[in-house]
Nanobody, 120 residues
Framework: QVQLVESGGGLVQPGGSLRLSCAASESIFSINAMGWYRQAPGKERELLAAVTSGGSTNYADSVKGRFTISRDNAKNTVYLRMNSLKPEDTAVYYC??????????????WGQGTQVTVSS
């Protein structure tokens, strides 16, 4: 099964930007969809963005217009560009290899997560 490794997290000031990367251990070309989730302390894990094998993207309302998901099949990597970060974006961010069907993302394999902290 594919292994996923996230990187790019860290401490950033409010209004700043980060780019998270998710490197897969094998080709992602045939993976139906890839997603990014986050989980803040005391909260449920939430889906932020998904990108299909065809390049279609979907976003949660909380990040629409600020976050951008993309996939580079040649590098077996999925990215999450995050702009205009807010303190409430602080969470552990997880990459996922799943399936997108009938407007619903079904999670599959998880990465280990990377911490993002937005604070001055």
């Amino acid at each position: 099964q594919v292994q996923l490794v996230e990187s790019g997290g860290g401490l950033v000031q409010p209004g700043g930007s980060l780019r998270l990367s998710c490197a897969a251990s094998e080709s992602i070309f045939s993976i139906n969809a890839m997603g990014w989730y986050r989980q803040a302390p005391g909260k449920e894990r939430e889906l932020l963005a998904a990108v299909t094998s065809g390049g279609s993207t979907n976003y949660a309302d909380s990040v629409k217009g600020r976050f951008t998901i993309s996939r580079d099949n040649a590098k077996n990597t999925v990215y999450l560009r995050m702009n205009s970060l807010k303190p409430e974006d602080t969470a552990v961010y997880y990459c996922n290899a799943g399936t997108y069907y009938s407007r619903t993302y079904y999670p599959g394999r998880w990465g280990q997560g990377t911490q993002v902290t937005v604070s001055s």
